[in-house]
């Protein structure tokens, strides 16, 4: 089976590759990526040598080059990653965001309706979506596949146009899409812009930890893997035309969570705990924060029998070790564009 990843240079799609390449020999992966910031080659070095993977420099906004890249590698599996998936930058660019995650995801869809128009069973479009399509919570309630939608941001709103146009394209078009909409990732290789890393390395820098508004928003954490290990479960169990929630039921507040990265690198490196806390700061609120997310995967469970493995703190230990661990990565990351985004996103932020 031929199996294009697109956006397998980010932070999933790494982990994903890193994952499955190795295990499923039998299978061709082909990672198409546009390279944007929030990309970064060296996730697969290990991969490099791989008979079974190649990688594609292409934009999934380019509808010739999808097509080229039909004809060459001829997909029966496309799971689909690539993304902008930054909420803060939404708030601050959301064009991007349009391009990449509407129109790409519009264009993958138009190369899949040209190039499977039969025998369709065999072929599969996963779309990997978010639970931020549903909008906020308040203290009580969990989303299911059923929950409306009512996105916030103009990430999550440009995420959810993509699954309606997934959607629409397996109703109208009879295209073999699955959706998933999952909780937030954490993990080896997220881009330090994300809550989780950002606080590790600015912890282990001693720079302050900017928490947005009171720190009370409350987020569902899954480990980056077993979100990978339910996406190849949907793909090879899942049904056409469904939608399956992915959530670690792991629910915490934000503030909580960074007061459990100080202790843990308090723990790893020797440090004060308390002098590592002090170092957060309450900082202006995101515009239009979703106060809480809370994933009901009950569906996933029962249905295909998908279970996390990865508890948090096992979880949160093992990114924590992984930063430590790759200082050059960490430090080729933290380039010009880094520093740029840093001061674009709290330059201006008052204390709270
Ligand atoms: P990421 O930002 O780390 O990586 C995105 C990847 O997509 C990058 O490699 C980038 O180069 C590529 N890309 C972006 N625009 C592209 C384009 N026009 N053409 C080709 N490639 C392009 O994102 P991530 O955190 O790995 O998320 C992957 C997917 O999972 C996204 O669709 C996101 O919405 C979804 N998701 C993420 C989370 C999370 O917590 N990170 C949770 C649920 C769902
Ligand atoms: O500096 C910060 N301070 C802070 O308090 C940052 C970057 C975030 N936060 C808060 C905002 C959120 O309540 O932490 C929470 C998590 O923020 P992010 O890491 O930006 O994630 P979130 O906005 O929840 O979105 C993530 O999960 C769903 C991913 O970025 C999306 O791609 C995914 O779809």
């Known amino acids: 089976m031929n199996i294009l990843v697109t956006g397998g240079a980010g932070f999933i799609g790494s982990n994903f590759l890193n994952l499955y390449v190795p295990t499923y020999t039998k299978n061709n992966f082909i990672n198409l990526d546009k390279l944007t910031y929030a990309a970064n080659p060296e996730n697969l070095n290990t ?52 391009q990449s995650n509407i129109i790409g995801t519009f264009n993958l869809l138009e190369a899949c309706r040209r190039f499977w ?9 996963l779309h990997v979506s978010t639970d931020e399509v549903y909008g906020s919570l308040g203290a009580e309630g969990y989303f299911t596949e059923n929950t409306a939608y009512d996105p916030s941001s103009p990430y999550s709103a440009s995420k959810a146009s993509s699954d309606h146009l997934v959607r629409a394209y397996h109703r109208t078009y009879g295209l073999p899409a699955l959706i998933t909409n999952c909780s937030n990732n954490y993990g080896p290789y ?14 282990l820098a001693g720079n302050p930890l900017p928490v947005y508004g009171k720190g009370e928003n409350v987020r569902d954490w899954l480990y980056v893997e077993d979100h990978c290990r339910a996406l190849w479960t949907v793909a090879e169990k899942g049904i056409p035309g469904e939608t399956y929630n992915i959530g670690g039921n792991n629910e915490k507040r934000n503030v909580d969570i960074v007061n459990q990265i100080c202790e843990v690198i308090a723990e790893e490196t020797g440090r004060d705990p308390q002098q590592l806390k002090s170092l957060i700061t309450f900082v202006q609120d995101r515009p239009g924060h979703d106060l809480r997310y809370a994933i009901d995967a009950s569906k996933i469970k029962k249905k295909l029998g998908w279970q996390p493995k990865e508890d948090f703190a096992g979880g949160l230990q093992k990114t924590i070790h992984w930063y430590l661990n790759n200082r050059d990565w960490v430090e080729r990351i ?19």
């Not at 190649?54 to 689909?80: G, R």
């Not at 997220?190 to 912890?203: G, V």
């Not at 740029?340 to 008052?350: A, V």
Request: with cysteine; glycine share 4%; charged share 20%.
């Open 47 to 98: 991969l490099e040598n791989s008979s079974n993977y190649c990688f594609e420099h292409a934009d999934i906004t380019n509808y010739d080059q999808l097509v080229q890249l039909f004809e060459i590698h001829k997909p029966d599996l496309v799971i689909h990653f690539a993304a902008e998936s930054h909420v803060d930058r939404s708030i601050h660019g959301p064009s991007e965001f349009i």
């Open 334 to 352: 933290q380039s010009g564009s880094y520093k740029n985004w840093i001061e674009t996103n709290y330059g201006n932020r008052k204390n709270s």
């Open 190 to 203: 997220q881009f330090p812009e994300k809550l989780i890393p950002l606080m590790i390395l600015n912890a």
């Open 117 to 125: 128009p039969e025998r369709k069973n065999n072929k599969l479009f």
